[in-house]
């Protein structure tokens, strides 16, 4: 799945910017990818994921279960996290 990451950058960056437009500035493309890929490992759905499919799901994300995944890896202390202490 990370081999994809690259090729979706264009999606992820869209993602960003309207999470930006929406007021949340510190939302990065890593951030948003991780949160992505913790939706499809957790619903054991990593390798049957074509690439139009995951561009879609990147465009579906909402603020809503981003904010979610990023609470709880601050309560976790994910790596994410720890580099920005």
Same mark, same amino acid.
């Given at each position: 799945?990370? #081999? @994809?990451? =690259?090729?979706?950058?264009? +999606?992820? #960056?869209? =993602?960003? !910017? #309207?999470?930006?437009?929406?007021? &949340?500035?510190? +939302?990065?493309? !890593?951030?948003? @990818?991780?949160?992505?890929? +913790?939706?499809?490992?957790? $619903? $054991? ?12 799901? /990147?465009?579906?994300?909402?603020? $809503?279960? &981003?904010?979610? @995944?990023?609470? /709880?890896? +601050? &309560? ?7 580099? =920005?202490?």
């Amino acid at each position: 799945m990370n #081999e @994809w990451k =690259k090729e979706v950058s264009p +999606a992820l #960056e869209s =993602k960003r !910017d #309207e999470f930006l437009l929406l007021g &949340y500035s510190g +939302a990065t493309m !890593d951030e948003i @990818w991780e949160c992505l890929l +913790a939706r499809f490992e957790k $619903n $054991n759905e990593l390798g049957e994921m074509k690439l139009h499919q995951l561009v879609n799901e /990147i465009m579906r994300l909402s603020v $809503n279960e &981003y904010m979610n @995944w990023l609470t /709880i890896h +601050a &309560y976790k202390g994910t790596k994410t996290f720890e580099s =920005k202490v």
